[in-house]
């Protein structure tokens, strides 16, 4: 699939078919967030990958907003994507460099190894949709997730059972300042 395809085919998914997804293909989502640029290289980013049933059963009734909850009714695979803290941002010194966004920095390495993950699944024909809200004490309990990552988001992967419309984006005028 030619790259153009991919980036404005990628939509967020929320209906998907009771169908399996391959272990080779997670992995090959993983291994495309693992390919995004980080902050020195660190690859701060932590994936948790649940398939197995019960527990993926637990994870979306428990772990899901409930608005959230009709959405993955049939999603085989739920990616919970974390940050080890304490990577990302550091200077020389190992400080965080004084004028950044400290922290902040292991989302923005993250964010970028996420989207790899959703225009891979686009690639392959599966679908993807980022949840950033959920239950945060249930998720880290239920995946003993260490108190040194940040759970930023939990993933669905599927096969989809919609092909809905590319959602209406801003104007590049009201975005981006141009100096020329
Ligand atoms: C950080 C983040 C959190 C999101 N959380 C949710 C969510 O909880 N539920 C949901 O249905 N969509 C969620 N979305 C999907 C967005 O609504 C969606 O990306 C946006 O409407 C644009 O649509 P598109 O992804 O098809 O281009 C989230 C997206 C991002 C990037």
Redesign the pocket.
């Known amino acids: 699939m030619k790259f153009d395809k991919v980036l404005e085919g ?3 998914i ?1 209906r998907y078919k009771n169908e399996p997804v391959e272990k080779d293909e997670i992995k090959k989502v993983l291994k495309a967030a693992s390919l995004a640029p980080s902050w020195k290289n660190t690859e701060c980013w932590r994936w948790y990958v649940v398939t197995e049933e019960k527990l993926l059963e637990e994870l979306k009734q428990n772990g899901l ?1 409930v ?2 909850q009709p ?1 993955v009714e049939n999603v085989p695979c739920l990616i919970v994507a974390a940050c080890e803290t304490g990577l990302s941002g550091r200077d020389q010194d190992g400080e965080y460099a004084s004028n950044t966004i400290g922290e902040g920095w292991s989302y923005f390495d993250t964010g970028l190894a996420v989207e790899n993950l959703c225009l891979e699944a686009e690639r392959l024909s599966l679908g993807t ?5 959920f239950n945060e004490e249930v998720v880290r309990k239920m995946l003993s997730i260490p108190e040194s990552q940040h759970i930023l ?1 939990v993933i669905a992967l599927g096969h989809p059972d919609v092909e ?1 419309p ?2 209406k984006r801003r104007k590049l005028k009201e975005t981006a300042v141009f100096f020329e």
């Open positions: 990628r939509r967020t929320r907003a608005q959230n959405k949709l980022i949840m950033g809200i988001a809905p590319m959602p």
